[in-house]
């Protein structure tokens, strides 16, 4: 299908190329709380209290805290989300001052670039579905403006995507 002397053969395998993206630009934005899905988990073990575990799930927005098995007798520990921009994003905490700060900005970075790859994707396909209806009236011959122009966006599409991955 996507080889051989079918001129549409190319056209669907961009879709089927651009639907894959779709799914983890999908992916990317679900990591924007770091609830379930995280772009970065870090795990604590202690042997005091026997098995405690700590896991910070890092998102776009906020980061999470866990405790598993840290309950003692003089302290519960409770699970706690805290936001890069909130007040209990405590900087003192670390040994960088600017931590919540920077977190903050990679997130804000990301998430810009998350929406101009659906922007990009939205108009590739437009231009794809046009090439398709080209193809199918027979005047898709050399390249025309729309393959370039969606060449230009699939290119667009690719470096948004590396940014959010480089700025990870």
């Given at each position: 299908?996507?080889?051989?002397?079918?001129?549409?053969?190319?056209?669907?395998?961009?879709?089927?190329?651009?639907?894959?993206?779709?799914?983890?630009?999908?992916?990317?934005?679900?990591?924007?709380?770091?609830?379930?899905?995280?772009?970065?988990?870090?795990?604590i073990h202690f042997k005091i209290p026997d098995g405690c575990k700590v896991i910070q799930e890092w998102g776009l927005k906020k980061y999470h805290v866990r405790y598993d098995n840290c309950d003692t007798i003089l302290h519960t520990f409770q699970s706690e989300s805290i936001a890069y921009d909130g007040d209990n994003c405590d900087d003192?905490?670390?040994?960088?001052?600017?931590?919540?700060?920077?977190?903050?900005?990679?997130?804000?970075?990301?998430?810009?670039?998350?929406?101009?790859?659906?922007?990009?994707?939205?108009?590739?396909?437009l231009f794809i579905f046009m090439r398709i209806n080209d193809a199918n009236s027979g005047s898709d011959a050399g390249c025309t403006g729309k393959r370039c122009l969606a060449f230009l966006v699939l290119a667009g599409l690719t470096?948004?995507?590396?940014?959010?991955?480089?700025t990870w």
């Amino acid at each position: 299908m996507c080889i051989g002397g079918n001129t549409k053969g190319p056209h669907f395998c961009n879709l089927f190329t651009l639907s894959i993206v779709v799914i983890f630009v999908i992916v990317g934005f679900a990591g924007t709380n770091g609830d379930d899905v995280a772009w970065g988990e870090t795990q604590i073990h202690f042997k005091i209290p026997d098995g405690c575990k700590v896991i910070q799930e890092w998102g776009l927005k906020k980061y999470h805290v866990r405790y598993d098995n840290c309950d003692t007798i003089l302290h519960t520990f409770q699970s706690e989300s805290i936001a890069y921009d909130g007040d209990n994003c405590d900087d003192s905490n670390t040994n960088d001052s600017h931590f919540c700060s920077k977190c903050e900005d990679t997130g804000k970075t990301i998430l810009t670039f998350l929406a101009v790859s659906i922007a990009c994707i939205v108009v590739a396909a437009l231009f794809i579905f046009m090439r398709i209806n080209d193809a199918n009236s027979g005047s898709d011959a050399g390249c025309t403006g729309k393959r370039c122009l969606a060449f230009l966006v699939l290119a667009g599409l690719t470096a948004s995507l590396i940014i959010c991955f480089a700025t990870w």
